[in-house]
C-alpha cells in the first residue's frame, strides 16, 4: 500500500468532503481516504497495483473538484 495527499480545491462543506470520501472509497484499489474540508486535502491509502495516483485524483476532478497530488 502506498499514500497520496491530495491538495482539494472548491470544497465548501462538510457535506463535500463527505461526498469526496465515499467515491473515492468506491475506488477499486483505495483502502481509506481521510478528507479535511478545513485543511482542503485528503489522504488517501491505495494499492499501486490496482489503481495509479493520478487517477485517483482524476476522480476527484470529475465529480466537480480541483485535485491535485503533492510531489
Known amino acids: 500500500m502506498e499514500k497520496v495527499i ?3 480545491a472548491g470544497m465548501r462543506c462538510g457535506a463535500c468532503a463527505v461526498g469526496i470520501e465515499l467515491t473515492l472509497g468506491k ?3 483505495v483502502r481509506s481516504a481521510k478528507v479535511s474540508l478545513i485543511e482542503r486535502m485528503a489522504v488517501v491509502e491505495y494499492d499501486p497495483a490496482i489503481v495509479a ?3 485517483i485524483a482524476k476522480t ?3 465529480i466537480g473538484y480541483i485535485a491535485t497530488a503533492r510531489r
Open 6 to 8: 491530495l491538495d482539494i
Open 27 to 29: 475506488k477499486k484499489g
Open 53 to 55: 495516483a493520478s487517477d
Open 60 to 62: 476527484v476532478n470529475d
